[in-house]
Antibody, heavy 121, light 107 residues
Framework: EAQVLESGGGLVQPGGSLRLSCVGS????????MNWVRQAPGKGLEWISV????????EDADSVRGRFTISRDNSKNTVYLQMNSLRVEDTAKYFC??????????????WGQGTTVTVSS | DIQMTQSPSSVSASVGDRVTIACRAS??????LAWYQQKPGTAPKLLIN???SLQSGVPSRFSGSGSGTYFTLTISSLQPEDFATYYC?????????FGGGTKVEIK
């Protein structure tokens, strides 16, 4: 069974940094693009970043471009989200999500339980 | 960016009711549309992709239809476990975007 498990969330001051990690298992990790999606408290879902299986293709949302960086280490079945210059509005639960095996057009089919990031002074 | 607009934002319904949720895209996304179900405190679950393809294990009372810019998710006979928030999401192009969600509540 395919699974992903996030870690690394916590409380950080505005302007600070945090790195989230996500370990995948039960699927061919290096062949699948991985995404980060966030959900602010009581709000909807916001896609923020994707990295291709080989790591050479990356897309970001405007809201995080230049501040957040997605990366992956296929030897560790792990994808990362480096978050810099954090803002109060980045407070959210961050989900690591596997895209469907046929590609992003077919949706996001495996979600982690999420890790919570709180940006506050 | 492609904007996704869901309606209604909430619906009150009873067990056994037929419920339809609409999702409109700001431009043609052919059939690159997915639907998710999210229950409080849990991660979203992919129900339908490619507008109408039911994921394995999802009950047949769920169905999706549409193409271009207008899509619907229908629950033919609402069950107690279906009370949740539902999101549409376009997979046509990056950035991937979600609708604002539709909360299905107990009447």
């Amino acid at each position: 069974e395919a699974q992903v498990l996030e870690s690394g969330g916590g409380l950080v001051q505005p302007g600070g940094s945090l790195r989230l990690s996500c370990v995948g298992s039960g699927f061919s990790f290096s062949k699948i693009s991985m995404n980060w999606v966030r959900q602010a408290p009581g709000k909807g879902l916001e896609w923020i970043s994707v990295i291709s299986g080989h790591g050479r293709s990356i897309e970001d949302a405007d809201s995080v471009r230049g501040r957040f960086t997605i990366s992956r280490d296929n030897s560790k079945n792990t994808v990362y989200l480096q978050m810099n210059s954090l803002r109060v509005e980045d407070t959210a639960k961050y989900f690591c999500v596997k895209e469907e095996n046929k590609g992003h057009r077919y949706g996001l089919d495996v979600w982690g339980q999420g890790t919570t990031v709180t940006v506050s002074s | 960016d492609i904007q996704m607009t869901q309606s209604p934002s909430s619906v009150s319904a009873s067990v056994g009711d037929r419920v339809t949720i609409a999702c409109r895209a700001s431009q043609d996304i052919t059939t690159w549309l997915a639907w998710y179900q999210q229950k409080p405190g849990t991660a979203p679950k992919l129900l339908i992709n490619a507008a109408s393809s039911l994921q394995s294990g999802v009950p047949s009372r769920f169905s999706g239809s549409g193409s271009g810019t207008y899509f619907t998710l229908t629950i033919s006979s609402l069950q107690p476990e279906d009370f949740a928030t539902y999101y549409c999401q376009q997979g046509h192009s990056f950035p991937l975007t979600f609708g604002g969600g539709t909360k299905v509540e107990i009447k």
